[in-house]
């Protein structure tokens, strides 16, 4: 009985490391498209004043 507990804890937090990749992974890819937003709107508007 101990060994299943403990390979459905291992496998939990396999599981969230897992989903905390995940998250970081989309956490940077937010911060690329805010950054690309940002830039792009820099560029629009510089554009306009030449």
């Not at 496998?11 to 969230?16: A, F, G, I």
């Amino acid at each position: 009985m101990k060994s299943e507990d403990m390979n459905e804890i291992d496998q939990e937090q396999e599981e969230k490391r897992y989903l905390l990749d995940l998250m970081r992974m989309q956490n940077e890819a937010l911060k690329r498209i805010f950054k690309n937003t940002i830039d792009n709107e820099k560029n629009n508007n510089s554009k306009g004043r030449f």
